[in-house]
């Protein structure tokens, strides 16, 4: 399975259009009018072009229609008899007089610039039932209006009429969201969360997310994103903020699709975001990522963990090789320009990085499609490993078993090659699997208890271990199935 990589090239998104200023109405009221993924070459070392990032579209805007106000029933006002039987105050109107707009001097109810309709049609029984309610709140509102008109009369000696208006109270403890929900921890994950400026020495780059990895000033992210300013190019880093730092990179992963940058002034009181396990992560679990989707950062979108173990194939763009995971998936929305920014759990901690997004646009056209809700992102355990090694000696270490497979997709497993990269042997007798007797020709079907259905699954499994790890293959050879335990050895750097 191959997909694209997201949010290695492009510029930020166009301005936003406003916000309509009528607000939303009622269900029952009139409304107004409304305004690939390609499969990975039969070799080990696959490059993909980097699709390109379209400029954004402004979303339609619908004009939200306004309500006029109902008709106010006419209640004639009682005849008096007489001084005595009339009584003494004399009983206030049904319904106050500023209550009816322009004839009593006080406000009209309902959005401005509405004529009254009092000849609508309406329907019987919801009508009058609507009807009924407006007049109880013209009502409430008057009475309302009369006490707060007499106690601000009372307290004014000068006998001046006051404000009726009462200001609600503003304690900013009432704004504070509960750690547990998404605003909680967004709010506690965005100070940690960076925008990435990447520009390469020919002017090509684009934008892309990271994060704090540790107190000293590193920050996480993909291989993709910094891949074109990573050799004389330019990098920043962007806090939620605004404050921009400067930042060189320390290591990267091709293989991995991981890098690892470090601030050269970093501030100080840098909060690292906890880094969780994705190995007990399930399906279904709630996840939230953060990032700059088509340029606009400190972007939160929520979602699930749509499926694990999701073997994904990318291209970084640069023209090395192809990138293999093992991925979590998940609906949440994820654009170009979310990629390096984590894929956090409902508690905030970090599962995983963004890293690609399948797409039904064409990755060599000039236009690429947005989220359609598969995204895949890198699990953190694994991202983990590959920044320590990145960090503590600058290159990455990949395990493997010393076969060359094909990257056929529809092979019903791992098909080793007949002949290895530039004629060399596809089996190496020195080699883990030449060890353990595994032969050219061999499909591995199995990976420990992973089904293997092709060569970018099999490298997928085999680069969430480490060297040295024994796992135990199966494989068939002449239609008999056999197994064989191999301990995986390891290759340095991308070359």
Known sequence: MSTENEGNEGTAAEAAPSVPSTPPVPADAPQGPPGSTHPAPPRTDVTAEQPQVPPAHDPATTTMAQVPPAPQPHMPPPVPQSAADAGWPPPPPAVPAYAHGAQGGGP???????LQTPDAPRKRGAGGLVAAVVVAALV???????????AADSNDGSGSSGSTTVAASANPQDLKR??????????????SVVTIDAQGGDGEGGTGT???????GHI???????????DNGQLTATFSNGKKYG???????????????????????????????SDQVAVGDSTIAIGAPFGLSNTVTTGIISAKNRPVASGDGSGGSNSYMSALQTDASINPGNSGGPLLSAGGAVIGINSAIQSTGSSTGQSQAGSIGLGFAIPVNQAKNVAEQLIKTGQPVYPVIGATVTMDEKTGGAVISDQGTSGTDAVPKDSPAGRAGLKPGDVIT????????????LIGEIWTHKPGDKVTLTY?????????????????GDS
Do not use: M
């Open 446 to 457: 199995k990976f420990n208890d992973t089904v293997v259905d092709s060569g970018p699954t």
């Open 220 to 230: 996480l992210t993909n291989n993709h994103v910094v891949a074109s300013a990573a």
């Open 210 to 216: 990271g994060f704090v990895y540790d107190k000293e």
């Open 108 to 114: 009209v109810w309902g959005p401005p610039g509405q």
């Open 476 to 492: 068939k050879r002449g239609g008999k199935t056999s197994t064989a335990e191999v301990t995986l050895g390891e290759r340095k």
């Open 178 to 191: 509960d750690p547990g929900t998404v605003a909680g921890v967004a709010a506690k994950a965005l100070p």
């Open 247 to 277: 930042a060189e990179v320390v290591g990267r992963a091709e293989g991995y699709d991981v890098a690892v940058l470090k601030l050269k002034d970093p501030p100080q009181g840098l909060t690292p975001l906890a880094l969780g396990n």
């Open 140 to 150: 409430a509102g008057g009475i309302g209006g009369a006490l707060g008109y007499w």
